[in-house]
């Protein structure tokens, strides 16, 4: 059905839209208010369409773009040509670059299963910076600023994986204090129950967020604490076996701000200095600290502290900066990467939903053991490198803890630090692996096969000699040893 629609049955209509900027809080807002007049009498409008003629026809108009590639223009295009087409379905069974020794198995079409091996993968550790600026002079309350520009910092994965191994913010344990799970219909089986000591004492020192190893002795849980109720029962995030005991905790940690925490931050912006924030795990809250420093610690109540953001004003802008830990895998010469989704997805074989991951199998040595690790470790990939100019460098990726618990907090997060040792004094010339990476033509970033690949390195303080190397027995230092002694001795150009 058409209609008419005349001149004067549109005129100085207008339509208001209510919008929010970067600049604005969670509690402002602006308004665009649009008119408009018609100036031409129309005698071809319709009456409105229904939502099922909205979804069948709109991808009809702006998907297919008049031709047929995948499986989705051929469940759509057909439909464009009137009624005698109803319902169209296509599935993909080849595409461009297809293996044939690869069978899709996502009925959706749109992912497929892949395990790529590597023989010559490396991890390292990496410093970031994430850096929110706001102009002065502003309209925004101080709370507004410190909810929208300093709060997503402390949240940051890579600011929380510094906190997490920030050395005396763990605390090994050596008396046994055991997990005691008991059975309630509200709870998981074995997350609800109690920690005793030695003697069977109910423990209540333990607060919502503290990250829990436990173990019995071979293996090894790691998880966190979701409540505390009454009576000293603990809610834990994993299910933990009866009996297992804490091997070490760390402190607990938050990612958000309460509100006596945003009227102190906000009180050090009215008096428009430099300052620090920190977190104060004897009471578990974040605190403002008047200094200047571009220092990474500091020293607060006689005890040194991580910097975990770092305030500073000048009359044109307040600048708010924290640093973090990003660990990095790099695939070697086998693997490249391209990662586009972070979210979860099917996993058509096990029937549940996975990130994309990284397993480091157990056949691995390690410094402390030529039998390798206890087990595979597993880590999630949760983003790309970008380089300076743009490009996404294809041989390495962000990792992470595969598990996250409720506060957004990694639950595993010793895993780099039981592949990769951190050295120290002589061991960490002895041992300490070297990883250098070259920049080509293409803006790809590769790591040098060392030391065959040419590089001019020297340390005239390197007194150790390959027969040292060959002599050490450990397989895991042994390699590193004698990789560094052939570095060090050998100079190319």
């Keep these: 059905m058409t209609y008419s629609i005349k001149t004067t049955d549109i005129q100085n209509k207008s339509i208001k839209y209510q919008y929010r900027t970067n600049a604005q809080s969670n509690y402002e807002q602006s308004i665009l208010e649009v008119k408009f007049t018609l100036q031409y009498e129309s005698s071809r409008a319709q009456s409105a369409e229904t939502l099922e003629q909205i979804k069948a026809r709109a991808p009809q108009l702006y998907y297919t773009q008049n031709r047929f590639v995948n499986g989705e223009d051929y469940d759509i295009a057909p439909l464009s040509q009137g009624n005698l087409v109803q319902k169209a379905k296509a599935i993909n069974r080849i595409y461009s670059g297809q293996s044939r020794f690869i069978d899709i198995n996502d009925p959706t079409g ?3 299963n892949t395990d790529v091996f590597s023989d010559d993968g ?5 410093k970031v910076t994430y850096k929110n600026t706001v102009s002065l002079p502003t309209s925004k309350p101080n709370a507004s600023i410190v909810v929208d520009s300093i709060q997503p910092l402390i949240g940051e994965n890579a600011v929380i994986q510094k906190y997490q191994s920030y050395p005396s913010n763990t605390v090994t344990l050596e008396l046994r204090n055991i997990w005691t799970p008991e059975y309630n219909s509200n709870y998981t089986n074995n997350t609800y129950g109690k920690i005793l000591d030695s003697t069977g004492k109910t423990l209540y020192d333990y607060q919502v967020g503290t990250l829990i190893l436990f173990t019995d002795g ?17 809610i834990l995030s994993t299910t933990v076996p009866t009996s297992m005991y804490i091997q070490e905790y760390i402190k607990p940690y938050r990612i958000s701000f309460n509100s006596v925490e945003i009227q102190s931050i906000s009180a050090e912006l009215d008096k428009k ?4 924030l920190i977190y104060d795990t004897s009471i578990s809250r974040w605190v403002p600290v008047e200094i200047s420093t571009d220092e990474e610690e500091i020293s607060y109540q006689g005890i040194t502290v991580p910097v975990m953001v770092n305030i500073k004003y000048t009359s044109e802008s307040w600048s708010f900066e924290s640093n973090g830990i990003e660990y990095i895998f790099v695939g070697g010469s086998k693997v ?10 099917n996993d058509i074989n096990s029937g549940t939903v996975q990130n994309d991951k990284i397993t480091i199998l157990s056949s691995n040595t390690t410094d402390t053991s030529n039998l390798g690790l206890s087990s595979d470790i597993q880590f999630q990939i949760i983003d790309n490198i970008e380089q300076d100019n743009g490009y996404i460098d294809g041989s390495r990726v962000v990792i992470s803890s595969t598990k996250i618990d409720t506060n957004g907090i990694p639950l595993e997060p010793n895993q780099f630090s039981n592949i990769v040792p951190d050295w120290e004094s002589t061991d960490l010339k002895k041992y300490g692996a070297i990883l250098i990476f070259q920049q080509n033509e293409d803006f790809t970033v590769e790591v040098l096969n060392l030391p065959d690949d040419d590089f001019t390195l020297l340390d005239s303080s390197w007194k150790y000699t390959n027969s040292d190397a060959l002599a050490e027995t450990n397989a895991y230092k042994r390699k590193e040893f004698t990789r560094n002694v052939e570095i060090r001795s050998t100079l190319l150009s």
């Design 122 to 126: 490396s991890m390292y550790k990496d």
């Design 218 to 234: 071979n293996t090894t849980i790691w998880s966190s604490i979701t409540n505390v109720l009454e009576n000293g029962y603990y």
């Design 336 to 345: 490249r990467f391209y990662f586009v989704n972070p979210n979860k997805i």
């Design 273 to 276: 200095t430099d300052f620090v």
């Design 110 to 112: 749109k992912y497929q």
